[in-house]
């Protein structure tokens, strides 16, 4: 069985003005989500469920195994893109982030290799995975309006 969940954040240029989005990723599996060369969210810790247990990687119960940068082109034009590779036993849990410069886009995608089992916590407000997941910066400009899945930045 795969699994997978996808998030994307866009920023819409306007006639007027472009407030351009980037996304710097970093060896350790966090990312910073950037407006106009400014973090506006930092991305929180890696969490999923395997076998009934919380996994993070903040506690090491979650390994990040592996990380590789790519180039790529899709439906949606091309991308600069970083896959992280976890680990939690034999479970594993597969992150991407893609970033689409001339779209002023990103994605960012789960995926489960194996599937996922135990995944329940009992909670039905408690989620599978926390990928991504982030903190929103004050400092940028109110022009900028999102939520986590997309972002719309006017002038």
């Known amino acids: 069985m795969l699994l997978a969940l996808t998030a994307v954040l ?3 240029a306007t006639a007027a003005a472009d407030h351009a989005l980037n996304v710097v ?11 106009d060369s400014e973090i506006w969210m930092s991305s929180t810790d890696v969490m999923a469920r395997f076998d009934g247990a919380e996994v993070r990687a903040s506690n090491g119960t979650l390994g990040l195994a592996y990380n590789k940068t790519y180039d790529g082109a899709d ?12 680990v939690s036993g034999s479970n594993e849990l597969i992150t991407t982030v ?11 995608t789960t ?17 599978v995975s926390s990928f991504p997941s982030w903190n929103v910066s004050r400092s940028v400009p109110k022009t900028c ?11």
């Open 111 to 127: 995926f489960w290799p194996k599937g996922a089992s135990g995944t329940a916590s009992g909670d039905k407000q408690s989620t």
């Open 75 to 86: 439906g949606y034009g091309k991308f600069t893109g970083r896959v992280f590779g976890w």
């Open 145 to 155: 309006l999102g939520t986590p899945c997309q972002i719309r930045c006017r002038s």
């Open 10 to 12: 866009a920023a819409a």
């Open 98 to 108: 893609k970033f689409y410069a001339a779209e002023n886009f990103a994605a960012f």
């Open 25 to 35: 990723t970093h060896d350790n599996g966090n990312f910073d989500v950037m407006v």
